[in-house]
């Protein structure tokens, strides 16, 4: 699904990303760990499309993300580690996902109350006007409806209280098993039970590669 | 094209709730509102009837405004974006670059013409109510400026927009550019320079490439085309040039920087790291 080789990043004099080669086949359930700067954002926003390397290539499904960034795009969904400040109303949002993504705002409803969250009452208020909470579940109900074959979520759980947390996991444990799900986490002990590989980075390298 | 009219719709109606939105309102709407109250339409000055007094003056007073609040208000739009996270987000969504990029302008652009062109529209029924006769040419010209400095100014402020990183260099640049152009027109530093027997090519030349400049020279030279207010510069080019050549190139030149730099921006949204 994912092929990156000799991967490099340089932020200023600093390899962020340092000759990183690493396949990553459908259905892999990876934990990528490592302490603060090791280069997991970066690792997976130059798979998301937005950063240039310096050397290597990354390829999704064949597509370089940069190039082919639709194709790439239309694979998968991301939750970023902060809800961003959005100024669209719920109704907005829903509208440029659905628009984009091919999806109708009915599932991405759906997927909310799965959530407990019930957008309905929300609708024509400014996403960055809802609670932390609210804005986490609404970017993983919108991950979700996507159906998509690769699915990135940084830090996902951050800002949800630990009932939402658990019903977020029951949801992922019903993904089919050929969708590709890499989580950004420094807590490995929740996501454990959903993993099959756990990758640890540091100073921009792989350390350790390992199947579960 | 699907998506470019989306951002740009999405756009629209983001901003139109925005605080920014509503002292753009306030500001072009409370212009018309202040020459009426104080009764710009009712004098004739120079053979001319109030109406084109009217637009004179809202063009004038629009040539300061306008680039400053479309650079303020726009240069935020891809680099506040950026900073906030908010284009990491928008753009993990199978959206182009290019739609995304011509989609948010395309929007803004509706969103910072329209009210002006509104309020010239609305200053030229005032007069008409007033009495005076409809300067067809005037108001069709202006029309042109008003689309063209729009243009030109979103241009630079998306370029500006794309190149930094951070909001606050973005806003400093606008500042910079707004002071640079305001500063070179004929009754400023230009004038200094002729005073001090700078190189006239060199002031002509600098002259000629300020749209500022060229826009006022452009809108004026339809009220007083002897430009006796404006300064020699002015009247150089406007006896060179010739009146119809001049008003051509004071509406395509800014029209064609400002494609340049929209451009030029997203070439380099396009190479460099979106984030």
Excluded at chain 1, 128 to 149: T, V
Excluded at chain 2, 89 to 110: E, H, I, N, Q
Excluded at chain 2, 260 to 272: E, P, S, Y
Aim: hydrophobic share 50%.
């Amino acid at each position: 699904m994912i092929a990156i080789k000799e991967a490099t990043k340089r932020f200023l004099d600093t390899n962020v990303l340092d000759h990183i080669t690493l396949t990553i086949k459908r259905g892999d359930k990876i934990a990528l760990m490592g302490p603060n700067g090791a280069g997991k954002t970066t690792l997976v926003r130059t798979i998301l499309g937005f950063y240039h390397l310096d050397m290597g290539e990354v390829r999704v499904e064949g597509f370089d993300p940069v190039k082919n960034r639709v194709e790439v795009l239309k694979r998968t969904s991301f939750i970023p580690q902060t809800p961003p400040p959005i100024k669209l109303s719920l109704n907005e949002l829903m509208e440029y996902v659905s628009k984009s993504s091919h999806i109708t705002p009915k599932s991405i409803m759906q997927e909310a109350s799965r959530m407990d969250l019930d957008i309905s009452k929300h609708l024509a208020k400014p996403f960055f006007k809802l609670s932390g909470g609210m804005k986490q579940k609404m970017l993983i109900a919108i991950a979700l409806a996507k159906r998509s074959d690769l699915l990135i979520f940084d830090e996902p759980t951050a800002n949800l209280d630990p009932k939402a947390r658990e019903k977020f996991y029951a949801l992922l444990q019903e993904m089919p098993d050929s969708a590709t799900t890499i989580y950004v986490t420094h807590r490995i002990e929740e996501v454990e039970p959903l993993v099959n590989r756990k990758i640890y980075m540091d100073l921009g390298k792989v350390i350790e590669d390992e199947r579960v | 094209m699907r998506n470019l009219l989306l951002v740009a719709k999405l756009d629209i109606k983001e901003s139109t709730r925005s605080k920014w939105f509503f002292v753009y309102l306030l500001v072009f709407g409370g212009l018309m509102a202040l020459f009426f109250i104080t009764g710009i339409t009712d004098s004739v000055v120079m053979g001319f009837t109030g109406l084109s007094r009217l637009l004179l003056v809202y063009m004038q007073v629009t040539i300061v405004i306008l680039p400053i609040f479309i650079l303020i208000t726009t240069v935020k739009s891809i680099s506040g974006d950026r900073e906030s996270a908010i284009l990491e987000y928008m753009l993990s969504f199978p959206v182009a670059l290019r739609d995304y990029y011509w989609g948010k302008m395309l929007g803004r652009f509706v969103i910072v013409f329209v009210p002006v062109m509104i309020a010239l529209v609305i200053g030229v029924l005032w007069g008409l109510f007033k009495g005076g006769e409809l300067p067809w040419k005037v108001l069709i010209v202006y029309s042109l400026f008003l689309f063209s400095l729009c243009a030109l100014f979103l241009g630079i402020a998306f370029f500006i927009s794309t190149i930094v990183k951070s909001h606050d260099v973005a806003l400093g640049a606008s500042f910079v550019v707004w002071i640079l152009m305001l500063a070179f027109i004929d009754i400023a530093l230009i004038g200094l320079m002729l005073a001090n027997r700078w190189n006239d090519d060199f002031i002509i030349a600098l002259a000629l490439l300020n749209p500022l400049e060229v826009f006022r020279v452009g809108a004026i030279s339809l009220f007083d085309p002897e430009l006796t207010v404006m300064g020699p510069v002015a009247y150089f080019l406007l006896d060179t040039f010739g009146h119809k050549l001049f008003l051509f190139y004071a509406v395509f030149y800014p029209l064609v920087l400002g494609a340049l730099f929209a451009f030029a921006g997203f070439w380099v949204f396009r190479k460099r790291d979106l984030l």
